[in-house]
């Protein structure tokens, strides 16, 4: 069987391309689910500004419960890389099943759990009297259809991981264009608001969620998923590989939550548009990291395979141009910042302040774009190699740095410098990261090879 990319034998610089876009696409295509949604809430006429502010406080706690797939999935492909780079399809196989309960046991959890929790969650994290109906009919409908977010992201990672970045990226993007169609037939034809916007959502990701499954389950995957047993060892691997990338997507929407919480704090009477601000902010921060993101998570497989293989030569230029792609990514995004910021924020809002005070944020928390791509792409780089004892404390330097930084700040400096966070962490957590990588790549591969 000829798969779409050979992981061992391909040219690396082609195969890192050939990996990167279509995952990187992807991504980029699966934030539309978001921004479509937020981009129609915030045109819904008389309500807009209101009915972003509420969809915004639930944007982040809907991305922490879908960190969950990358617990999973982004927990379970390096393992299932490694044994194929080993030869090992029985392993690889009985990976997969694994992480296939665990998807469906949590998106069950996950249900019956937060649902009750809804409302002290939402005034938590920053709803007032006036947002709160808006967040609570968005949010209980989405958290209905966990199971088909879980499954539609989790499950595609086994799907790339097996060289198909191409089908990947088919996954995301049926699910991304029937989000397209369906917002503005249940938020405007059927008149249902922001109820519309979370219904088109769970009903697109049902689709992708099909998709990927019928795909793992043909004759055109090396590995098939098959069903079987849950097993302690393989569960607790997963967890502890998949806690690195859970963690930062879990504490970067905790981060947002803390935001959302501090400028409704210290805004005054101006906390709900400082929250609407914020949430056109994170769309535009989920169109640079959510990309760059399928770009060091979905080339993964290349390291893994290679590793497992212990192919050192392969892992170190794969890992040079995943670091290039990455900073070239983020320097286009850096540059779009400064120069379309005006017309991204008039996709949500017509109104000429709140346009301004939104462009001036980005401008902010894009400055430290370039060295961030750099971190991702290490701390990824370092997850496909199964070496989370250091991409968990990178990934955690860099949050405590922002933390520190998002409560201090509006302290001594107001309400807005909040967003000045961003920037800090994103210079701080890179430097870290590079001299670690520096002093540990070597040492790594050394001791890969002998064993």
């Known amino acids: 069987m000829r798969v779409e990319n050979d992981l061992g034998r391909d040219s690396v610089p082609k195969l890192v391309w050939r990996i990167a876009i279509p995952s990187m696409l992807a991504q980029f295509v699966s934030v539309c689910y978001s921004i479509v949604d937020r981009m129609f809430v915030g045109n819904i006429p008389e ?24 617990l999973v999935g982004i927990g ?6 490694i044994s194929l780079g080993e030869r090992n399809r029985e392993k690889a196989s009985r990976i997969m099943a694994n992480c296939f309960l665990m998807l469906c046991i ?25 947002t709160y ?15 088909f977010a879980l499954m539609s992201a989790g499950m595609n990672q086994f799907i790339i991981c097996q060289g198909y970045a191409k089908v990947g990226m088919t996954s995301v993007m049926i699910g991304a264009v029937m989000n397209v169609v369906l917002d503005p037939i249940c938020i405007y034809v059927l008149d249902m608001g922001v109820a519309g916007a979370a219904l088109a959502t769970i009903a697109s990701q049902a689709v992708s969620a099909l998709f990927v499954l019928r795909f793992l389950l043909s004759d055109k995957v090396e590995v098939k998923l098959c069903f079987g047993a849950l097993d302690p060892a393989i569960i607790r691997r997963v967890l502890t590989l998949g806690f690195a ?7 970067d929407n905790v981060m947002i939550i803390a935001m959302n919480a501090l400028l409704q704090q210290h805004g005054g009477a101006q906390g ?33 395979y290679n590793f497992g293989a212990c192919r050192s030569d392969r892992v170190i230029l794969a890992e040079k141009y995943i670091m290039g792609l990455c900073a070239l990514y983020t320097g286009i995004l850096f540059v779009l910042a400064r120069t379309a910021s005006p017309l991204f924020a008039s996709l949500f809002t017509s109104d000429p302040e709140l346009n301004a005070l939104a462009c001036k944020a980005i ?51 107001g309400a807005e410098s909040v967003f000045y966070a961003e920037t800090i962490s994103d210079f701080v957590g890179p430097v870290v990261s590079v001299a670690v990588y520096l002093l540990a790549i070597g040492r790594i591969l050394r001791k890969r090879e002998q064993n």
């Open 106 to 130: 949590t998106a069950i959890l996950i249900t019956t759990i937060v649902v009750p929790l809804r409302e002290p969650m939402l005034r938590l994290f920053g709803a007032s009297d006036v």
């Open 76 to 81: 379970g492909t390096p393992l299932m890389g």
């Open 245 to 251: 990338p859970f963690a930062i997507i879990a504490l």
């Open 363 to 413: 401008r902010i928390c894009t400055i430290g774009a370039i060295p961030l791509g750099i971190q991702y792409a290490i701390i990824d780089g370092f997850t496909g190699m199964g070496q989370v004892q250091l991409s968990l404390p990178l990934s955690l330097w860099r949050k405590l740095v922002y933390f520190v930084s998002i409560f201090l700040l509006p302290v001594y400096f």
């Open 133 to 147: 109906p808006y967040a609570e009919k968005y949010f209980v409908i989405y958290i209905s259809g966990t199971i």
């Open 272 to 304: 709900d548009t400082l929250i609407t601000v914020n949430t056109i902010v994170q769309s535009f921060m989920l169109v640079m990291t959510m990309p760059l993101g399928g770009i060091s998570g979905g080339t993964q497989s290349i390291l893994s």
């Open 47 to 70: 309500i807009g500004d209101v009915s972003l502010a509420g969809v915004g406080i639930c944007g982040p706690i809907v991305t922490m419960i879908g960190a969950f797939s990358y």
